[in-house]
């Protein structure tokens, strides 16, 4: 009997027949069972209590979670870097694998950071909306990015794409990440970029890091460009320097709480733009992301210790 891979990546107009051929010819079945509502914690049960594996979005794979589908479900796959939703204490205790797949969504996610980077900066979507609505103002006085101070607040594999691309346009580039043995301060980066892109995952040390103090420090010329995670950045400092115009403006594709709340303050602010946390929702990257997560699996069953493996003390349960 094939054992059963769920997909439960949610709808967002992708074919995933590619995902299941993939599936199938390295011997598994695989079921798209999309899950809309990451924090509802029965209805992924549901989705996954026939399954031995899954292809994991952004789900809480809490205790709850884990306990209801263990044995059963031997490897929580994600799809992505982070995993910050999945409990790995948990998972190991319960004998469950955690991989992601790193390196495989970075193009995507530089791309996009790069898009934002340059949109933000010529006012490209309230020069849009204001021709779609019949007018014509060519007064929106844009700022070149040539020559200009970026700052990367995270320093791994995508903030060095997206390096790459900024060299284009002799850029200064400022960096920062715990990991670097060398790096520049935050307050440095704070103080002097024009732009400011974070590349940071949510974990206990980086929730808030981007707040009042780091904000009160940056340029009133500085546009903020979020692309990773959206509980980095204290929210509620990033609205009241907006709208007071203490920095010039964000580019958002991750929030504290998404979907966006229809009433959020941000939805109301001339200089905030947005994308649907879709920055690695590329053709490109689906694939990559899918085929090494479904690799993972296939490292699973087939005896090998999975090659991202997130809690390598998984084994434990079964060795007791």
């Known amino acids: 009997m094939k054992a059963k891979i769920a997909l439960v990546l949610e709808d967002r107009g992708t074919d995933y027949a ?30 996954l209590k026939d399954c031995d594996a899954v292809v994991a979005g952004g789900q809480e794979y809490d205790e709850r979670v884990l306990s209801a589908l263990a044995p059963k479900l031997r490897i929580v796959a994600r799809f992505g870097i982070g995993f910050e939703h999945v409990d790995l204490e948990c998972a190991s205790r319960l004998g469950v694998a955690v991989t992601n797949t790193p390196g495989c969504m970075s193009a995507g996610v530089a791309d996009l950071a790069m898009a934002l980077i340059l949109g933000i900066g010529r006012r490209i979507p309230q020069l849009d909306r204001k021709i779609k609505d019949g007018g014509w103002d060519a007064r929106f006085v844009g700022n070149e990015l040539e020559g200009k101070t970026v700052g990367l607040v995270g320093y791994g ?33 704070a103080r002097e970029s024009d732009y400011i892109s974070l590349h940071l995952p949510a974990t206990n040390e980086t929730r808030g ?88 699996i296939e490292d699973l069953f087939e005896g090998r210790t999975p090659r991202n493996i997130l809690n390598p003390d998984y084994k434990r349960r079964e060795e007791i």
């Open 18 to 47: 590619f995902v299941k051929n993939y599936a199938e010819q390295k011997g598994f079945e695989l079921i798209w069972r999309p899950l809309e509502d990451h924090k509802d914690r029965q209805a992924t049960i549901a989705a």
């Open 157 to 189: 594999n995508i903030a060095r794409k997206l390096a790459k691309y900024l060299s284009g346009f002799d850029c200064r580039i400022l960096k920062y990440d715990i990991a670097l043995p060398e790096c520049d301060g935050l307050d440095v980066i």
């Open 209 to 296: 890091m981007i707040g009042k103090g780091f904000i009160s420090k940056m340029k009133p010329t500085a546009f903020l460009i979020n692309t990773a995670r959206g509980e980095v950045v204290d929210e509620h400092e990033m609205i009241a320097a907006l709208k007071e115009n203490r920095i010039a403006g964000a580019a958002l594709d991750v929030f504290e709480q998404e979907p966006l709340p229809v009433d959020s303050e941000l939805r109301s602010l001339p200089n905030v733009i947005f994308t649907p946390h879709i920055a690695s929702y590329t053709y490109e990257t689906v694939s990559k992301s899918a085929f090494t997560a479904i690799d993972n």
